[in-house]
Antibody
Framework: EVQLVESGGGLVKPGGSLRLSCAVS????????MSWVRQAPGKGLDWVGR??????????DYAAPVKGRFTITRDDSRKTLYLQMSSLKTEDTAVYFC?????????WGRGTLVTVSS | NFMLTQPHSVSESPGKTVTISCTGSSGSIASSYVQWHQQRPGRAPTTVIYENNQRPSGVPDRFSGSIDSSSNSASLTISGLKTEDEADYYC?????????FGGGTKLTVL
């Protein structure tokens, strides 16, 4: 069974940093392109960014609102995806989902809530 | 920036058919695949259509997708509506290397 479990969310002050993790099982993580998607309270889905598999270069792409502040990395040995967030703003408050990037077989985690507030 | 526009909400009765549209802001929506994701309240999204009109395993054939190049739009059609279909539906496509989501459509089955 495919599972993606996010963790690391919480309350952080504006300007602060936070690292989210996404532990996966049930598929070959090292071959997977992975994305982070967020959802502000009562709002729609917003793509945050993606990391390719190492065999495909391991490169990253980011949405404009987070570029330069957020960094996606992966540890294939630990089957874990990370989202390092810095210079956080109140508008970054959202549930953050990790997901596989394969459109044919896209799996999602349940999300972790990040609240940016003073 | 490429954007996808969806109606805010639609409603229909059980057993009927509903269609949700997703209109591209520029270029040709047919140039990249469109996916449709269902999100029930408090739950993670699940994909109901991928690559414009393909259903993942386990998704009933009541769900179908299509592309209309003349209107630069994609559509999700759900036939034989059930109360369990009540959810938010998001179209999603690509802008070069980035993913783009529509604003979502709340489907009410009443």
């Amino acid at each position: 069974e495919v599972q993606l479990v996010e963790s690391g969310g919480g309350l952080v002050k504006p300007g602060g940093s936070l690292r989210l993790s996404c532990a996966v099982s049930g598929f070959t993580f090292s071959n997977a392109w992975m994305s982070w998607v967020r959802q502000a309270p009562g709002k729609g889905l917003d793509w945050v960014g993606r990391i390719k598999s190492k065999t495909d270069g391991g490169t990253t792409d980011y949405a404009a609102p987070v570029k330069g502040r957020f960094t996606i990395t992966r540890d294939d040995s630990r089957k874990t995806l990370y989202l390092q967030m810095s210079s956080l703003k109140t508008e970054d408050t959202a549930v953050y989902f990790c997901s596989t990037d394969d459109p044919i077989n896209r799996h999602w985690g349940r999300g972790t809530l990040v609240t940016v507030s003073s | 920036n490429f954007m996808l526009t969806q109606p805010h909400s639609v409603s229909e009765s059980p057993g009927k058919t509903v269609t949700i549209s997703c209109t591209g802001s520029s270029g040709s929506i047919a140039s990249s695949y469109v996916q449709w994701h269902q999100q029930r309240p408090g739950r993670a999204p699940t994909t109901v259509i991928y690559e414009n009109n393909q259903r993942p395993s386990g998704v009933p054939d009541r769900f179908s997708g299509s592309i209309d190049s003349s209107s630069n739009s994609a559509s999700l059609t759900i036939s034989g509506l059930k109360t369990e279909d009540e959810a938010d539906y998001y179209c999603q496509s690509y802008d070069i290397s980035n993913q783009v989501f529509g604003g979502g459509t709340k489907l009410t089955v009443l």
